[in-house]
């Protein structure tokens, strides 16, 4: 909490140095009561760093000011946007309206830009080209790709060993089975490509991918593939799975990546780290962990459960004299891939910004 705080003071003085009140907009789905936990924190922390804060819905359910509870009965108050020219305000008898100098955009944007969202003067944290409608995973891995290789060159290290391959599949539909062929034919190359380093390393497991939807998050539209075959002889079960993503949008366009087995466990489940950053800091972090999926299976998926990271020192420090897989190095490690992640977001935000276009 202390590293959050310092870095969302840091991080809203840049964007809006004289900010004094902040509107976080939520996602729409108001009944996944942990989710609104976590608006409840991120309330909580920016509200530690010294700001006024209130939460505004852009949800047409969202008519009046509702308050609904988290998953541990925390309350949240909910109260609808109005759009006031170019500003959006909220306008609320009891508590008084509420106008901001930035907005805090904790909506993924997956099921497009709303209007009452566009061409405002407020600064949107982050831009609206940075949400799912326009987004896609393929550019920010070519923007990582670039990080990584120069990071690589300067530490005169194999890329490859923090970065996994991918390839990008464009024109496809798991309905009508138009593409299968594009797809098999990358994920045949991309397990070429891996079974190399497998023998250069003297990785003795069989490589695999994962196939999933190039825009939009939640796990949805992902499958793990050791074969092309696998692509071609999907079932109607696995095809409508395939389909469809967040917000019932129809997958067109796939990113196939190269599946990296999964380590680390808790309490007899698989776990992989998740890092948590904040402006460019790496503030903690925790484990997704599923007891019923494999090491080579996507974890983020229904009946997974998170577990804190065991942050015994701040993950910023390396311990020098221990050895490479120490708690406090391999934390270490976590934090400078993120780093170097939030690098190339930031880069791929860059590239992508209309004004830059």
Known sequence: MPLSVQAAQIAVEKVCPEAHRLLIIPENHTRNTYYLRNVVELVNIMKAAGLDVRVGSISPEITEPTTLLANDGQ??????????????KLINK???????????????????????????????????????STRRKSQHFAAYNGVVADFAKLLNIDEWLLNPYFET????????????????????????????????????????VIVKADAGTYGMGIMTVKSPDDVRDLNRKARNKMSVVKEGLQVSEVIIQ??????????????????????????GGFY??????????????????????AFEKPCTLPDCAGAPD??????YAYGVVARLALLAAAIELQEQDPLNN
Request: a negative charge; proline letters at 7%; one cysteine or more.
């Open 326 to 331: 120490a708690p406090p190095n391999r934390f």
């Open 94 to 132: 009891e508590l008084g309206d509420f106008d901001s100098c930035a907005i805090l955009l904790n909506n993924d944007l997956s099921g497009g830009i709303p209007e009452i969202l566009k061409n405002l003067e407020q600064n949107l944290i982050p831009p609206l080209h940075a949400g799912w």
């Open 288 to 309: 997704r962990v599923h007891t019923e999926r494999g090491v080579d299976e996507n974890l983020n998926a229904p009946g997974s459960h998170f577990v804190p990271l």
């Open 75 to 88: 309350p949240l108050l909910l109260e609808p946007v109005v759009r006031v020219g170019n500003r959006i």
């Open 258 to 283: 190269e599946g990296v087995y999964t380590f680390e466990s808790i309490n007899d489940g698989v776990a992989e780290p998740v890092i948590y950053m904040m402006d460019h800091f790496v503030i």
């Open 169 to 208: 599949c464009g024109e496809i539909d798991f309905q009508a089975r138009t593409g299968e062929e594009c797809l098999a034919l990358k994920v045949e190359q991309l397990l070429a490509k891996i079974k190399v380093k497998y023998a250069q390393y003297g990785v003795t497991q069989e490589p695999f």
